[in-house]
């Protein structure tokens, strides 16, 4: 085993951010037992099958920083470095095993045209053209990329009718998966924003629920929902509270097989939030109020799908193990929105780790995040040294807003809630479990035992 000459928290003199990056992957392929398959007969490259312990991933090997390797892993897809671990641990495989590195008078060029995403410097869908029919896939090209055969955004719709141009000329024309996802990804938002414009012309959420907001109020639930995610900056007062239970009633009124969760750490806090959704214009709204804990439990063995999430007092993601952040990571989600009661006292490694549940993409390359941002920590609740990249989903609420807010709403009510059949079934079903952990301790029956002949006595 070699012994490690990097520093992983500082960049040596001399060597840029990306280089000290690019060499600590491959440091720790040098340092660590991969186990490296490859699937095809190419020589060099083509596709392999990484393993390091138990996680085994796919590499797309087309040489030495080539923009075209891929990994499946996703520190490949979001360091914007073109390689990863995985990646040089194959190049470290071969070097073993095919004299003449870096095989500089080999070069990949297959018969077949393909469109990939690259993931060096950002993600960018690209289009190569191959041997076979190159001419006519050139024309193709020409017509949808720039010149450096980038696709342009505005043309991702068109990919459809791309794919289709292109295996019209040549049935081995070859278009990734990660290339669909990037493009419905960004297609998805846009049909979003639309659907929000044409609904909402006067950029306000005007429904039956929010008839009785300010329509400052209402203007800013437009907001948080165009924005599509978002970090809301504040004390969770009612304000919050109730443009989240708006935000929740756009995106899961009356769509078919939508879901939604709030998740909540304070358990006094559950029955406030109860009945904030227990207007009558959300009965049959799809939305689970959760604790934490139960959260956790309900997703440990099923990972569903999910519309809309609200995660109240978010502080608790950035740890990277805490039981709610790996919960989180696992799903799909399509809104999520996190509540911070202050960003003043995160780091800037926290702050990056509560971020990045919303998207991985979001900040771009951790480490470049805290290489420009750095400096400018602590940020300030008020907005005035926020980060550019970041400025677009944080939310902030400042004091005098809220209250100005909170005296325009009717407050909101704090009756237990009435629950009939089913409802009232499953919560005597609680109860009945929780009593039956407890008699099944003994240090809590004993306790149990002893509050009971109180209250008797009593």
């Not at 999910?306 to 990571?329: G, H, N, Y």
């Not at 109860?431 to 952990?437: D, F, V």
Request: with cysteine; hydrophobic share 40%; charged share 30%.
């Amino acid at each position: 085993m070699k012994e490690q000459k990097l520093s992983n928290r500082f960049c040596p003199e001399g060597m840029t951010v990306e280089e000290w990056q690019v060499g600590l992957r491959r440091e720790f392929a040098e340092q660590n037992p991969f186990e490296v398959e490859h699937l095809d007969d190419n020589r060099i490259w083509g596709d392999y099958l990484v393993a390091n312990g138990r996680n085994r991933y796919r590499v797309a090997f087309r040489g030495v920083r080539s923009e075209r390797n891929y990994c499946s892993c996703l520190d490949f897809r979001t360091n914007g470095l073109g390689t990863c671990k995985h990646i040089e641990a194959v190049t470290l495989f071969l070097q073993d095993h095919v004299p003449g590195y870096p095989w500089a008078e080999l070069d990949y060029t297959p018969e077949y045209s393909s469109i990939y995403v690259s993931y060096k410097g950002g993600r960018r869908i690209k289009m190569r053209v191959g041997r076979e029919e190159s001419a006519r896939f050139e024309s193709l090209r020409a017509r949808f990329f720039d010149d450096a055969g980038t696709l342009l955004p505005e043309n991702y719709r068109y990919l459809p009718q791309i794919c289709d141009e292109a295996k019209d000329i040549a049935a081995s024309f070859r278009c990734y998966e990660d290339v669909f996802d990037l493009t419905q990804e960004y297609c998805r938002q846009d049909e979003w924003q639309e659907y929000l414009r044409s609904t909402y012309p006067d950029k306000r959420v005007d429904n039956d629920y929010t008839a009785d907001m300010p329509e400052e109020m209402r203007a800013h639930v437009y907001d948080l929902a165009h924005e599509g995610h978002g970090v809301m900056v504040g004390i969770p007062t009612d304000v919050i509270v109730r443009e989240i239970v708006a935000l929740a009633d756009v995106y899961l009124r009356d769509q078919p097989g939508v879901t939604g969760y709030v998740i909540i750490n304070d358990p006094q806090r559950f029955i406030l939030w109860r009945n904030a959704f227990a207007h009558p214009s959300l009965h049959k709204l799809p939305l689970e109020v959760m604790h934490a804990s139960a959260f956790v439990k309900k997703v440990a063995n099923n990972v569903p799908p999910c519309t809309f999430m609200f995660v109240e007092q978010a502080a608790r993601l950035k740890e990277w193990r805490d039981p709610v952040s790996v919960a989180i990571k696992r799903m799909q989600i399509d809104h999520l929105y996190l509540n911070l009661e202050t960003i003043e006292d995160l780091t800037p490694v926290q702050f990056s780790s509560v971020v990045q549940h919303i998207d991985p993409f979001i900040l771009g390359p951790f480490y470049r995040f805290i290489r420009d941002y750095r400096p400018i920590f602590p940020l300030r609740n008020d907005g005035s040294n926020l980060p550019e990249d970041v400025r677009n989903f944080m939310f902030l609420y400042t004091s005098e807003a809220i209250r100005e807010m909170n005296a325009a709403l009717p407050p909101i009510r704090m009756e237990e809630i009435t629950l009939h059949g089913s409802d009232a079934e499953e919560e005597v079903d609680k109860l009945l479990r929780h009593l039956n952990r407890i008699l099944s301790n003994d240090v809590l029956r004993d306790v149990f035992l002893k509050r009971l002949s109180m209250i008797i006595g009593a």
